[in-house]
């Protein structure tokens, strides 16, 4: 086991009506703010006003940049840097879900560079420093809220692509569960399907991890599993809001990746899906997730497919292994497509074969991807064609 | 469901040779250090010579407090304080367990204040601010090294009274589980029986806790369980000494409760008896733990005990709920007695019954512990009582 740093220092409050206390978290960097926003949403369900009392009562100069669209573009973030930097930006406030938390860090960033800000996707510049954000949580999915990532789309290039900065991390999230009862069943459910992908990434690591953090990351697992169908069938249930918001940033803000390294096999297989079709990230990834567990069984990555069936599902651990992970596999399908009734394959998105070969290319970057199981374009090729077709 | 407030900033440097890094650290605050310690054993594990060694090389200006002894008393954190204003301290660094740990938390509020720093303890005078804590953990059982709690001991009173403060949060922890491999079965136990007892703590709380935490509470308990024999056993094992080390840091440091409040119902127990009778902190618990649990099973807290059964130990939920609970109680007993070897009750001590009056009145404040059960004097002189006889 190798070392590791543990460095999460996000603040976050949790619960309803702590919106009061934005501005002074905010007020904390300085005085001018950036208020970034997606579409109308926020004004209709009252956020935008009471994020902007909190900011005036604290004597804040706020410059808006509404209209981040969902996949964020490079685009929206050469708007936000020029802003910042016109109006001597000292803290960057996101109001929304995944993609306008995204966006604004990446503007943070940007703010703080001379530099094209897609050199950070496009030739992997570091980002060195960012203005501090602070973020205001709509939906419980991407785990943006306490990690270090973001990811942006370049439609010129038909890219999306992450970039990752301790810099990034928010510095502050304000989390009320019932923000999100307004959240439609679609996308509760494409979001369910991010967090659970996201704890799978780092469950199926190339090394066996510390106990405590497999057993944390399976309680998570059935904590999305459990409340994700309540959150769609009874959307104003507290608790079910609560468990996936919090599980939501839990999936992915490092802790449970201990000592391993960070290597995720299925989020740029699914990338390729939403750069080239549009498809909202959560469902690309519920689509991927049970082909990809069918294609790497092997020898080699058996026992921890074994561990997953009998300690996330509760599969009978006297089975043999391959019933196991056949039950496990199934149980993966029924829960995102059944219980989540997401669209189970590709064709259902009118997706045709003929991109695979420049999208596999794309996924691993030309080589392998290192990890539970090595993944190569001919893998990626054989997981999309698997996603054609409808499950068992 | 209560609001909460989730703020944990300890930076983590997990595992073997990362102490390069402490000066680094420690210069962020100024130029003068306090460095505290307790008898000379890191003297001769050589984690003396490297804290020194990379303190120096950051140039910075040590002065030391060695001699902090175990359950440290006010005396220490006097003669802490003085050094610290003397010298002008910017940051105090511990090297040590939970004791020199603990001793220097409050050695770093006592030197921000101009009154006699008991009454942090005594009146409850809130710490306000504290210089900042940076610490070498040498033991993994108390958590002091991500929590904001400081437990000192006043001989003079027969005292022995905790405060919290997020000032007491310690900025940076050093945690190299391969310190522990020197730790005998002894303390190995004694610190298990602590760190199973923390999560204990918030598990068995008034109210629901979020389903994500309760799992994760579970899956650290089921840690516990399952390394501590082997770290007895096999004391340089390092999967089990990093497991141990670092659920004992999740075991209390605030993210298993949620919005739940903090309520300690055994801690209080046991301090009467460490106060009393030197007794280690962690055997003390052990002794009441089991009790504890014995003595509160009634109707309302009964469907808890349950989950701890079925969950935790594993035990058939299809057996009725007395017999789960007589099991989960048996097998907490015998993890506690047989596995960890913990002699199971106090006339092993030499404890006679005629200080069980005094301490129960003191352990609950001669008012009422309310929690998971209420608790008034004679609850806890009974459970008490229960501690003198064997275990089943």
């Not at 190798?2 to 978290?25: A, C, M, R, S």
Request: glycine fraction near 8%; charge should be negative; include cysteine.
């Amino acid at each position: 086991m190798d070392n590791f740093i543990y460095n999460l220092p996000t603040k976050v409050y949790f619960g309803p009506d702590q919106l009061q206390h934005l501005g002074e978290e905010a007020a904390k960097y300085g005085k001018n703010v950036l208020f970034c926003y997606g579409g109308g949403s926020i004004k209709k369900n009252g956020l935008y006003d009471k994020a902007m009392a909190s900011l005036n009562e604290a004597g804040l100069h706020v410059t808006e940049l509404s209209g981040i669209e969902p996949n964020p573009k490079i685009e929206s973030v050469y708007k936000g840097a020029e802003l910042c930097k016109e109006n001597h930006i000292d803290c960057v406030v996101a109001v929304g879900g995944g993609s306008v938390i995204d966006c604004a860090k990446i503007i943070a960033a940007a703010a703080c560079v001379d530099f094209d800000p897609w050199e950070f996707f496009s030739k992997k510049t570091p980002i060195e420093k960012a203005l501090p954000v602070i973020d205001v949580l709509t939906l419980a999915a991407t785990g943006t809220e306490m990690d270090d990532c973001a990811v942006i789309s370049n439609p010129e290039t038909v890219d999306k692509m992450g970039a990752a900065s301790p810099a990034l991390i928010p510095k502050v999230s304000f989390m009320d569960p019932a923000v999100t009862f307004s959240v439609p069943a679609y996308q509760t459910a494409a979001g369910s399907a991010d967090i659970l992908n996201h704890i799978m990434e780092d469950y199926f690591a190339p090394r066996p991890n510390l106990f405590m953090l497999d057993r944390f990351m399976e309680g998570l697992m059935q904590t999305v599993i459990r409340y994700a169908p309540i959150a769609m069938e009874d959307p104003e249930n507290y608790e079910a809001r609560a468990n996936l918001m919090w599980a939501s940033s839990w999936a992915i803000n490092g802790f449970n990746r201990g000592a391993n390294p960070k290597v995720w096999s299925m989020h740029p297989i699914e990338h390729q899906l939403t750069a080239n079709y549009g498809i909202t990230h959560g469902h690309g990834l519920a689509i991927v997730t049970p082909r990809y567990l069918q294609y790497v069984r092997n020898e080699k990555t058996m026992p921890r497919l074994v561990e997953f069936g009998v300690w996330v599902w509760g599969i009978d651990p006297a089975l043999s292994d391959d019933e196991i992970v056949d039950q496990a596999i199934a149980k993966t399908e029924n829960f995102l497509f059944d219980q989540l009734k997401l669209t189970d394959n590709l064709k259902g998105f009118g997706v045709s074969e003929d991109r695979f070969d420049a999208m596999a290319e794309k996924a691993c970057k030309k080589g392998i991807i290192h990890g539970f199981f090595d993944l190569g374009k001919e893998d990626i090729k054989a997981i999309y064609q698997a996603c054609m077709q409808p499950h068992a």
